[in-house]
């Protein structure tokens, strides 16, 4: 079972914690699925309007 910190995120699913779900990758910083969102306009904007709806969230 391949080794990694506890504390890792997933970018894509906000709030938890990075639970190596794209075979091959050792975390956030080398996932196939990070890279497709981040490197697609649309899907990246998405992320981020998703991230601010989570971040007012906490903040209220």
Do not use: K, W
């Amino acid at each position: 079972m391949p080794e990694r910190p506890s504390n890792l995120r997933c970018p894509i699913r906000i709030g938890e914690p990075c639970t190596l779900c794209f075979p091959g990758a050792r975390g956030p910083q080398d996932c196939g699925l990070v890279y497709l969102v981040q490197s697609d306009p649309e899907l990246r904007e998405e992320l981020a309007a998703r991230r601010r709806e989570s971040h007012r969230a906490r903040v209220r």
